[in-house]
């Protein structure tokens, strides 16, 4: 008989840990199916509302549109297919809980950086409610008649780069909600935050206007803002909104915020533990 | 093995009077007091000591916990264990501390226990071997067996406590700190549980620190008792010592103790 010596995966790699906190939140998002199915059905009306809307207003104005209404389509059904990878106004709410009763004292006193562990489960979460929800919106999506339907009018290059930008928009949004995660610990409510954050992202973001309709000048600062680099960008390189040197400039800014929104969140995290003051007793 | 000098924690705590007019004003000018939650604390403990740790409500004695466990960062003195200062390399030092907050819950609520102490074995990477050995003999000394299927929220809290001892000594530390682990508990649970850390104690060697205002628990556990009050650490020695400070030998450990809390003011 052949001796197999099993290795065991979980000691030698310290980061399979915080992979368990993302499977967890992954699979227990996967066993909602009827709430996927309500936010598939909500989620293509509104898109498809929202559409109708904006084709009213390119049939009476006689503008120029900065955005084609076939561009616009392609940004309207991403936006819906993967609206909880990059919602602001969902907040993972065992995590406040636990700051605000002092339940984080247990996860305090365990080997893990509860930053790595929140970002974890903030992804795990997202990724499982985007997987159910993306598939049904995008297929029903490409058979709409012209000019709503999503078409793919871009290149090899441009989709690398479309792939590429959507787990960046992800790192942000959660990076960015891991800072007013942290940001609580000072606050002890997170109520006034929350609603501050959300109304800025989704508002600055593109969420209910895309940006190339803001004003010119105010687009020039919003593009600076780690808003922008959420759902904008990938969304925008997937309908042929933004390309040629536009691409590398976007990505480039979007790792900007990466990294600034992770420093900024450890950092926050390494204040707040040292001066925690563990709430209830 | 644990060493503590001079510790100190200062808490902000937020004052005002009853009222619209004072909290119209502490909308412009925030009034903070300061709380001494522990001054000057020093003491040690041996490896394989058992040690009660009484006082008051509001005495302290979490806050010590939570320091001594890596949690809280105490403004002054320094605090050794394991050759490490807990709040420092917290992550290295938790590896090797156990706690139990009686008043807080570590399981995960809706899904069976055994899902929760598998979630344990991979934060701690305790590896499948030691992780069953663990298991093993916990159940059975817990005697769990039975409840290991249950969703958490539908134990009581016997035990529900049963299994937050369990879920702590997974990764068999050689410290572990219990905060109130009998608070609530019935005669029985008590007892199975005040039996389980003597246990515990005897075969491992591990060494305990408890809290608790259950002075049968300090009676049945530990041979040496810490009283502090007010931040202060004010007696360090055996139960026969508490009894003759007040010298009321014949009374009942409670009195015992309500006429130690009068006789150093801290009630």
New interface residues.
């Given amino acids: 008989m052949k001796y197999q010596e099993k290795i065991?995966l979980?000691?030698v790699f310290?980061i399979?840990?915080y992979i368990?906190f993302f499977k967890?939140r992954f699979l227990t998002g996967l066993q909602y199916r009827s709430a996927a199915l309500a936010g598939v059905v909500t989620q293509f009306a509104w898109g498809f509302l929202e559409l109708l809307m904006f084709q009213a207003f390119y049939e009476s104005g006689s503008g120029v549109f900065p955005m084609g209404m076939e561009q616009l389509a392609a940004y309207v059904w991403l936006q819906q297919a993967f609206l909880s990878l990059y919602m602001i106004w969902y907040w993972e709410g065992d995590i406040f809980n636990s700051i605000r009763n002092?339940?984080v004292?247990?996860e305090?006193?365990?080997?893990?950086?509860i930053y790595t562990m929140w970002f974890t489960k903030c992804m795990g979460s997202r990724i499982s409610k985007a997987v159910l929800r993306c598939v049904p919106i995008l297929f029903l999506a490409c058979f709409l008649p012209y000019p709503f339907g999503l078409k793919v009018n871009i290149g090899k290059v441009e989709i690398i780069f479309f792939i590429l930008s959507m787990t960046l928009a992800l790192l942000v949004s959660v990076a960015f909600s891991m800072v007013i995660y942290m940001l609580t610990f000072f606050t002890t409510n997170q109520q006034g935050l929350q609603i501050v954050a959300a109304s800025l992202a989704e508002f600055f973001g593109g969420a209910v206007i895309p940006i190339p309709f803001f004003p010119e000048k105010l687009q020039k600062v919003l593009n600076l803002l780690p808003f922008a680099s959420m759902q904008n960008i990938p969304f925008r390189i997937f309908s042929g909104n933004i390309r040629g040197v536009f691409l590398y400039e976007s990505v480039a800014m979007q790792i900007t915020w990466v990294v600034i929104l992770l420093l900024l969140g450890k950092y926050l995290e390494k204040k707040a533990?040292?001066?925690?003051?563990?709430l209830g007793? | 093995m644990i060493q503590v000098e001079n510790l100190s924690k200062i808490y902000k705590v937020s004052r005002r009077e009853a009222g619209m007019k004072s909290a119209w004003k502490n909308l412009f000018s925030r009034q903070y007091e300061e709380v001494k939650a522990i001054q000057n604390l020093s003491f040690s403990v041996k490896k394989g000591e058992m040690v009660g740790y009484i006082g008051p409500n509001g005495a302290g004695k979490s806050s010590t916990i939570k320091i001594l466990s890596g949690i809280l960062t105490p403004e002054e003195g320094t605090c050794i264990i394991n050759g490490r200062i807990p709040w420092k390399e917290r992550k290295a030092h938790v590896k090797d501390i156990g706690v139990v907050f009686g008043q807080r819950s570590q399981l995960w609520w809706d899904v069976p226990v055994i899902d929760s102490f598998e979630l344990l074995k991979d934060i701690y990477q305790i590896s499948k071997e030691q992780y069953n050995n663990s298991l093993e003999e916990l159940v059975n000394c817990l005697s769990l067996s039975t409840i290991l299927k249950t969703p958490t929220r539908q134990l009581s809290l016997g035990q529900r406590m049963r299994c937050e001892i369990a879920a702590s000594l997974l990764h068999n530390p050689s410290i572990l700190f219990l905060d109130e682990p009998t608070i609530g508990l019935d005669a029985v649970s008590k007892l199975a549980v005040r039996d389980f850390i003597k246990k515990r104690n005897e075969v491992h060697k591990t060494t305990v620190i408890l809290t608790t205002h259950d002075m049968q628990d300090i009676e049945a556990l530990t041979s040496r008792i810490m009283l502090i009050g007010r931040g202060r650490l004010l007696l360090d020695g055996t139960l026969d010592n508490l009894k003759e400070q007040v010298g009321q030998s014949n009374n009942n450990l409670d009195e015992v103790l309500a006429a130690l809390y009068k006789k150093y003011k801290i009630q």
């Fill in positions: 065991d979980n000691v310290p399979t840990k368990t967890i002092g339940d004292a247990y305090l006193c365990r080997p893990i950086s533990l040292q001066k925690i003051c563990v007793g």
